[in-house]
């Protein structure tokens, strides 16, 4: 079975930067697509970004131009890049996977993933 961990969350100024690592086991991530999802207290789980098999990427709009996702199957990790960080960008942020085909866009909605990291928290205060 797929586990992920995440890591790298913390308390950061408003315009600054962090680095969120999702380190996989037990299954070769190449195989699978994966996003990052966030929840605010009282909001709803998001979908900030996904990357495909073929590293198709996607991104919400709200994180467009600020944040960057990559991956290293070797490493067999993934990482959200986040720059010009806001005070809305402060969320539990989760990494989630599933198994996919290598020509599929990967999936923008929570319901299609089915392993999940339990978290780490981001916070953008002054």
């Known amino acids: 079975q797929l586990q992920l961990a995440e890591s790298g969350g913390g308390l950061v100024q408003p315009g600054g930067s962090l680095r969120l690592s999702c380190a996989a086991s037990g299954f070769a991530l190449g195989t699978y697509a994966i996003a990052w999802f966030r929840q605010a207290p009282g909001k709803e789980r998001e979908g900030v970004s996904c990357?495909?098999?073929?590293?198709?990427?996607y991104y919400t709009d709200s994180v467009k131009g600020r944040f960057t996702i990559s991956r290293d199957n070797a490493k067999n990790t993934v990482y959200l890049q986040m720059n010009s960080l806001k005070p809305e960008d402060t969320a539990v942020y989760y990494c989630?996977?599933?198994?996919?085909?290598?020509?599929?866009?990967?999936?923008?909605?929570?319901?299609?993933?089915?392993?999940w990291g339990q978290g780490t928290q981001v916070t953008v205060s002054s």
């Open positions: 990357i495909s098999r073929r590293y198709d990427r």
């Open positions: 989630a996977a599933y198994a996919t085909s290598p020509w599929a866009m990967c999936d923008t909605t929570w319901r299609a993933y089915d392993s």
